[in-house]
C-alpha cells in the first residue's frame, strides 16, 4: 500500500526558507514513475511546484526556477522540497505525488499536504 507523508510546513517571513519533506513507502521508485510536489492555495487549482523522475531528470514549475530544489534520498524513502527566498504567493497547502505509469495508465496518490504560510 503506497503511502505518503508530508512534513515540515509552518509559518514563515517573506525571504525565509523551509525544507519539506515526504516520507514514503509502499513501492519502488523506477523508471515508469514520477514523484512530486504540488501547492494549492485557497481558492485555486492545484499546481505543479517540481518533479523527479525514475531517472532522476527535474522539472520546475516557472515562478520557482532558482528558489526551490526537489531531492530524494532513495535509502530513506525521502523526498525533500528546499524553499528558499519564500514569497507570499508561495503560500499553499502542498502535497507529495506520486504517479506510476503502467502499460499507459497512471495512478496517482497523494499525501495529505503540509501547509505553508508566508507573510509579507
Known amino acids: 500500500q503506497v503511502q505518503l507523508v508530508e512534513s515540515g510546513g509552518g509559518l514563515v517571513q517573506a525571504g525565509g526558507s523551509l525544507r519539506l519533506s515526504c516520507a514514503h513507502s509502499?513501492?519502488?521508485?523506477?523508471?515508469?514513475?514520477?514523484i512530486s510536489w504540488y501547492r494549492q492555495a485557497p481558492g485555486k487549482q492545484r499546481e505543479l511546484v517540481a518533479a523527479?523522475?525514475?531517472?532522476?531528470?527535474?522539472n520546475y514549475f516557472a515562478s520557482v526556477k532558482g528558489r526551490f530544489t526537489i531531492s530524494r534520498d532513495n535509502a530513506k524513502n525521502m523526498l525533500y522540497l528546499q524553499m528558499n527566498n519564500l514569497k507570499p504567493e508561495d503560500t499553499a497547502t502542498y502535497y507529495c505525488?506520486?504517479?506510476?505509469?503502467?502499460?499507459?495508465?497512471?495512478?496517482?496518490?497523494w499525501g495529505k499536504g503540509t501547509l505553508v504560510t508566508v507573510s509579507s
Open positions: 505525488n506520486l504517479r506510476i505509469v503502467i502499460s499507459g495508465q497512471a495512478s496517482d496518490y
Open positions: 509502499g513501492f519502488i521508485f523506477s523508471a515508469n514513475s514520477a
Open positions: 523527479i523522475t525514475g531517472g532522476g531528470s527535474t
